[in-house]
């Protein structure tokens, strides 16, 4: 995740920023998914892919982010540096193998994709996120 807004709008709640850390996960880098406008990470050894580790998210909201990045996505642990320390955070991995691959697969860029896409994608998070939570609120045992 490398969008606060998104996250907010997804989660319904600003996430305190006390509990949002930039990270550096080493040995990944960020590439377009498939014809996506989105990311994935795939390994890419002496390359680092940045973005951010959110911290204090309960149980709802993880299942409500697994259920937003569905299918094509899979948690998983990844080594992450923050700041000078090492640490394991869960990070979302492709599920399936893209349908390009190597060395010569582009870059994904974040101020690119914030420029052509995140008003955009903020505004379906908001919708998908209220869609999201009220099925997961419907499905979850009181």
């Given at each position: 995740?490398?969008?606060?807004?998104?996250?907010?709008?997804?989660?319904?709640?600003?996430?305190?920023?006390?509990?949002?850390?930039?990270?550096v996960a080493p040995g990944?880098?960020?590439?377009?998914?498939?014809?996506?406008?989105?990311?994935?990470?795939?390994?890419?050894?002496?390359?680092?892919?940045?973005?951010?580790?959110?911290?204090?998210?309960?149980?709802?909201?993880r299942d409500l982010l697994?259920?937003?990045e569905g299918a094509d996505?899979?948690?998983?642990?990844?080594?992450?540096?923050?700041?000078?320390?090492?640490?394991?955070?869960?990070?979302?991995?492709?599920?399936?193998?893209?349908?390009?691959?190597?060395?010569?697969?582009?870059?994904?860029?974040?101020?690119?994709?914030?420029?052509?896409?995140?008003?955009?994608?903020?505004?379906?998070?908001?919708?998908?996120?209220?869609?999201?939570?009220?099925?997961?609120?419907?499905?979850?045992?009181?």
């Open positions: 995740m490398c969008e606060r807004r998104l996250l907010t709008a997804l989660l319904g709640r600003a996430v305190p920023p006390a509990s949002i850390h930039a990270g990944f880098r960020a590439v377009p998914f498939d014809d996506r406008p989105w990311p994935v990470l795939v390994r890419a050894p002496g390359r680092a892919a940045e973005g951010l580790v959110i911290l204090g998210l309960s149980p709802f909201e697994d259920a937003w996505y899979r948690p998983a642990p990844l080594p992450v540096m923050i700041g000078e320390e090492l640490h394991e955070a869960e990070a979302y991995l492709p599920s399936h193998p893209l349908r390009a691959t190597g060395p010569d697969l582009p870059d994904w860029h974040f101020a690119v994709w914030a420029e052509q896409h995140a008003e955009r994608a903020i505004a379906a998070a908001r919708h998908e996120g209220e869609t999201l939570r009220a099925k997961l609120i419907a499905l979850r045992p009181h």
